[in-house]
């Protein structure tokens, strides 16, 4: 898992609840991704970070809001849980340190399955 | 069209046979391929990347990149029933993001 860890593993909440998702890395990677998976569409990136404080969106970012305040922490908030963000939640980390290029290559973290009521 | 797509199968070989599985992709899909293999319930994991037109090797895997068609694809060969799982496509774009395709799903009998 490339040193990845993601808390926690399963939850179920309801509508309209916030929830926070953790992304835990202990390699110092400077580039960490977080992707949704769900049934017909594959992975979706819905943000990105390229270092601390530095976050950008990806192509699924309605409804999610990511803070990375340390290195080895990438979080994923869903602020008022929707059903249609019931999904698995993937975190990902480059292993590039510098820029990113055409060789960079993406590992994953374990994965959180979401379940929103 | 979708950047990356993929038959979603299942893709069904026996036992020892080379399993093909394909992929083609967009315009906006430019940079460089990779291949995952996910398990039910876990994880991608990485197989291959191939960067540049033509064959790459590795063990029982080969990937086939063919810029021109637009084409990109897995073979496995003497496939095992462990290999039976989801096989994820994946390009990137010009801001070196990863697109996905939905995955193939293969099947291997013993």
């Known amino acids: 898992d490339a040193g990845i860890t993601q808390s926690p593993r399963h939850k179920v909440t309801e509508t309209g609840t916030p929830v926070t998702l953790r992304c835990h890395q202990t390699?110092?990677?400077?580039?960490m991704y977080w992707y949704r998976q769900d049934p017909g569409h594959g992975l979706r990136l819905i943000h990105y970070?390229?270092?601390?404080?530095?976050?950008d969106k990806g192509e699924v970012s309605d409804g999610y809001s990511v803070s990375r305040s340390k290195t080895e922490d990438f979080l994923l908030t869903l602020e008022s849980a929707t059903s249609s963000q019931t999904s698995v939640y993937f975190c990902?980390?480059?292993?590039?340190?510098?820029?990113?290029?055409?060789?960079?290559?993406?590992?994953f973290g374990p994965g959180t399955r979401l379940t929103v009521l | 069209q979708k950047e990356v797509e993929q038959n979603s199968g299942p893709l069904s070989v026996p036992e020892g046979a080379i399993a093909s599985l394909n992929c083609t992709y967009s315009?906006?899909?430019?940079?460089?391929f990779f291949w995952y293999r996910q398990y039910s319930g876990k994880s991608p994991e990485l197989i291959m990347s191939?960067?540049?037109?033509g064959d790459k090797e590795d063990g029982r895997f080969t990937a086939q990149l063919n810029k021109a068609s637009q084409y990109v694809s897995l073979l496995i060969r003497d496939s095992q029933p462990s290999d039976s799982a989801t096989y994820l496509c994946?390009?990137?774009?010009?801001?070196?993001?990863?697109?996905f395709g939905s995955g193939t799903r293969l099947l291997v009998r013993p």
């Open positions: 990902a980390i480059s292993l590039l340190a510098g820029g990113l290029s055409s060789t960079d290559t993406q590992y």
């Open positions: 390699e110092n990677h400077r580039y």
């Open positions: 970070s390229y270092g601390v404080k530095d976050t």
């Open positions: 315009d906006r899909v430019s940079q460089s």
């Open positions: 191939i960067y540049s037109n």
């Open positions: 994946a390009g990137m774009d010009s801001s070196y993001k990863l697109i």
